[in-house]
């Protein structure tokens, strides 16, 4: 139940959201909206509203903010959105999910299947790559948490699945249907986490080459660029050494 985890540049770059602090807002902001809307706007009693208001702390995004978000959907307030979900390959072989919040399919999809085409990449039908992951609950937490055994010993007792720790912190990972009790256990003990959210974690990754990582990268930047777009997956690691190099 341990291991190092390169999860942080599967999943996407946080340094590149980081440049772009107004457009993730908006992201969380979406997310808080559609979860109050689909459930009570109560977070102790909406767990996916819990979810999303937990992703926009730990982006440091203002209390105001997210309470607009709320009253927006208590209001019944702007657009309807649905989520979608669409499958891709990337360069090198990988395997990519996107996860949308969108209140016009059409135009979605049109602008990822251009992400795709113009990156080196080709959008997939349904299914086409959702079977090379798992879907999981990821918790994340700084190094500064606490040392492995401590984290490993804080998962167990909370019910998770896997710990993987690195000197860049510690990748909790749960069942879907858990994670909002193993987040709450977690924070009674650990504090609050860096990260809690589903995921889609890839049952078995691609080591992408220099050519091959720059290209992808640009396909994953030029996916979390786009307003609708909520996360990007995948199924690819890139060593510290090439990161270096492009980034």
């Known amino acids: 139940m341990a291991g190092h ?62 309470q607009r978000a709320i009253d927006k959907a208590s209001a019944n307030d702007g657009d309807n959105y649905e989520e979608v979900r669409y499958e891709g390959y990337g360069p090198g072989g990988s395997a990519i999910i996107v996860e949308a919040l969108t209140d016009n399919r059409n135009r979605t999809a049109t602008n990822v299947r251009t992400c795709f085409s113009k990156n080196g990449g080709n959008l997939g039908t349904e299914g086409s790559v959702q079977h090379g992951f798992e879907r999981l609950g990821l918790i994340e937490y700084p190094a500064s948490a606490g040392d492995e055994e401590k984290l490993l010993e804080a998962a167990i007792e909370a019910g998770a699945v896997d710990v993987e720790s690195s000197e860049d912190g510690h990748t909790i990972w749960t069942a879907a249907d858990d994670l909002h009790a193993v987040a709450s256990a977690l924070e009674a003990v650990l504090g609050e986490a860096e990260n809690v959210k589903l995921a889609w974690k890839p049952n078995i990754t691609v080591e992408m080459d220099e050519s091959g990582a720059a290209t992808l990268l640009k396909l994953v930047d030029a996916l979390d660029d786009d307003d609708d777009v909520q996360t990007v997956w995948g199924n690819y690691e890139i060593s510290d050494e090439i990161m270096e190099k492009i980034g």
Do not use: Y
């Not at 979860?35 to 702390?57: E, F, V, Y």
């Open 5 to 66: 985890s390169k999860f942080k540049n599967i999943m996407h770059r946080k340094g590149a959201q980081d440049k772009k602090r107004s457009n993730l807002f908006s992201k969380l902001s979406r997310e808080i909206t559609v979860a109050a809307k689909m459930g009570m706007p109560d977070p102790d009693m909406n767990p996916r509203l819990r979810l999303a208001i937990n992703a926009a702390k730990a982006q440091s995004m203002p209390k105001d903010n997210i």
